[in-house]
């Protein structure tokens, strides 16, 4: 960064420098200088293309990968995948197994600088809440990787479409990121809030004004139910018997597009696997799980829970939005709209999420 | 970071068959679990189960496993001097001293007599601590009853009561579903029961709904929920039901909260 960027953002505050933040144009080809600096130090994950890897013939794939330069990076449309991917992966190894003993793997060393939008940095705070804080300890696992990450705001300056509701539910805006950029004409507009990172900017960088905007509107209307009458509903006229969830029975496939699509999904499962070649050789993997999907609730002797779709529907949507509330103080939900986005059968949790608060305003 | 994933090997001590799928392992353990709580155990390459624990002593612990799965199949495999791995234990057990003072309703069905057994055996050991002990048993059928010593010896100490739901050459016992047993029950003083109550979940439901129409509040019910689990550390997400985890939460639960955990 050259003395005249410096002096613009630092003078004149009487504060100290790292109290500063730094804003600057670059063109894409200095953008790209500035990830090779930064990717000595940092893996650099944001949305990418994956040509064909879509869920249908002839379609792309968009989801979190490592990247070199600004023009890797998907940043006009949501990413199918959210980026939780990279702190939680699908599988991720627990154990080595090998005869009687049980080996850590060794984690990837490197920090991790993740291009992301305002929901799903919200997204982190609820799987922070479940994998950090919930229960007696932390999740090492995760938190290894978390305390590795770094955000880089991907700006929103209005909803990207249809699915969206981060205004209603109230994760629009963030501060929580280390760098926000904005896509402009073959140019990133930079706001560095993390001053570890201004060194990485090129001497070129040209001073600008730009501070990254919010969606201030949903292009849908989403109305959050109130909790606390619909923890009467629920307790004084059984609730979850309300014949909206028989609709969902119906028409619920229980393939778990949403459960894997949604940012703050975090269930998983354990499973140990033996090779076939060397059969005192195996792994302890936990592999992504989900609450719509079959043998969730299964257990060994044969007793199950929620068989019908409707109830998994009922689950999914009270823990999004009225059982984590009751735990953590906030909604689980972001309102990214992945699920809604991906439900092959264009069930919409949006609009379920509405249907409950004119219920329970119908029924008083 | 010490990693609660990490298990330590128990050495098996003891191998007791209690029926055709049903067998007691007894663990060397030194640090003791309080009863109703529950270990992750593993056989490395087979998996992980949640079990809980049937007896526990001065440096070791049992675990009563039925043969049901991949992990038990492979449990059951081994021989005294093999090695298990535990991590634990894990949740809430049962309120032993508010337990303490009251007359003890225990109704247990089947396999949920194992974590329960602890808490009989510790009612029964501190019988002047307790108004009185009573024992309702349900089993499949006579050849599905587990812990034959252990419940002759509280014969001799507390009120029995053992019922199966199908009867079998020489049974002499009650024949029928535990919830039989209970309009006949002494329950007096009705204030000073505590009632425990273990089983398969529609057992439970309907052991529950018999006491409160006998006039026990609610308060004066606790229950053990059993529930799919991976971590056992309220990371995993099978066992949520509501708001609660029953890894973290549970898995004894007083039944004025139990009543609003809807799957």
């Not at chain 1, 013939?57 to 940043?75: K, L, M, N, T, W």
């Not at chain 2, 990371?235 to 007083?254: L, M």
Request: proline share 6%; glycine share 8%.
């Amino acid at each position: 960064m050259n003395q005249e960027t410096l002096d613009q953002h630092e003078h004149g505050s009487g504060e100290t420098a790292s109290l500063e933040m730094c804003r600057v144009r670059l063109s894409y080809k200095e953008a790209d200088l500035l990830l090779g600096v930064l990717a000595s130090q940092y893996r650099i994950l944001a949305p990418v293309r994956l040509p064909g890897r879509g869920r249908f013939s002839d379609q792309d794939a968009i989801r979190y990968g490592e990247i070199h330069s600004v023009g890797e990076i998907v940043h006009q449309e949501r990413a199918h995948f959210s980026p939780k991917e990279v702190v939680f992966p699908i599988s991720q190894t627990l154990f080595h197994l090998t005869e009687d003993e049980m080996h850590e793997p060794a984690g990837d060393p490197r920090d991790l600088l993740i291009f992301l939008r305002a929901c799903d940095i919200h997204g982190f705070a609820r799987l922070d809440d479940i994998f950090l804080r919930n229960g007696l300890v932390p999740d090492p696992y995760y938190a290894r990787r978390r305390e590795k990450v770094k955000f880089v705001l991907l700006e929103c300056r209005q909803s990207l479409d249809a699915y969206c509701f981060c205004v209603a539910m109230g994760t629009n805006r963030t501060d929580a990121n280390a760098m926000a950029v904005r896509f402009a004409d073959e140019q990133l507009l930079i706001e560095m809030r993390d001053p570890a990172l201004f060194s990485a900017l090129p001497a070129t960088a040209e001073p600008v004004k730009f501070t990254p905007e919010f969606p201030a509107t949903d292009s849908q209307t989403v109305s959050i139910p109130d909790s606390d009458r619909l923890q009467t509903a629920i307790r004084a006229r059984n609730f979850f018997a309300h014949p909206m969830w028989a609709d969902y029975a119906k028409r619920c496939i229980a393939c778990g597009r949403c459960n894997t699509h949604c940012v703050t999904c975090s269930c998983f499962t354990t499973y140990d696997i033996a090779d076939a070649q060397q059969p005192l050789a195996g792994e302890r993997r936990r592999v992504w799980a989900g609450c719509h999907i079959d043998r969730f609730t299964d257990m060994a002797g044969g007793h199950h829970f929620r068989d019908d779709n409707g109830s998994r529907m009922r689950y999914k949507t009270m823990h999004k939005i009225f059982d984590f509330h009751q735990r953590f103080g906030r909604h689980m939900c972001v309102g990214c709209g992945r699920c809604d986005a991906h439900c092959p059968e264009y069930l919409s949790f949006a609009e379920c999420i509405t249907r409950i608060s004119h219920v329970l305003e119908e029924e008083g | 970071m010490t990693n609660p994933y990490q298990p330590q090997p128990a050495t098996i001590l003891e191998i007791r068959p209690e029926t055709a799928i049903d067998t007691t392992f007894r663990l060397a353990w030194d640090i003791p679990p309080a009863p109703g709580q529950f270990f992750e155990v593993s056989v490395p390459r087979l998996g992980e189960a949640p079990i809980s624990i049937s007896a526990i002593g001065d440096g070791y612990l049992e675990m009563t496993i039925r043969k049901v799965g991949r992990v038990t199949e492979g449990i059951f495999a081994l021989q005294p001097g093999d090695r298990l791995y535990l991590r634990g234990p894990y949740g809430h057990g049962f309120p032993l001293e508010h337990l303490a003072g009251s007359r003890l309703l225990v109704a247990a069905g089947g396999t949920g007599l194992a974590p329960v057994k602890p808490v009989i055996q510790y009612a029964l050991a501190q019988r002047e601590r307790f108004l009185g002990t009573d024992i309702l048993l349900g089993f499949r059928s006579p050849e599905d009853m587990l812990f034959r010593e252990a419940i002759a010896d509280w014969q001799q100490h507390g009120a029995v009561y053992v019922t199966v739901d199908r009867s079998g050459p020489g049974w002499t016992g009650h024949t029928g579903v535990i919830t039989q047993l209970i309009p006949a029950l002494d329950l007096s003083p009705l204030e000073q029961i505590q009632a425990v109550v273990v089983g398969p979940p529609l057992m439970m439901k309907f052991t529950v709904l018999a006491l409160l129409e006998r006039g026990l509040r609610e308060d004066q019910i606790w229950v053990s929920y059993e529930r799919r689990m991976s971590c056992g550390l309220g990371k995993c997400g099978h066992c949520k039901i509501n708001e609660k985890y029953v890894c973290v939460d549970g898995p004894v639960f007083n039944f004025s909260d139990a009543r609003w955990l809807i799957d």
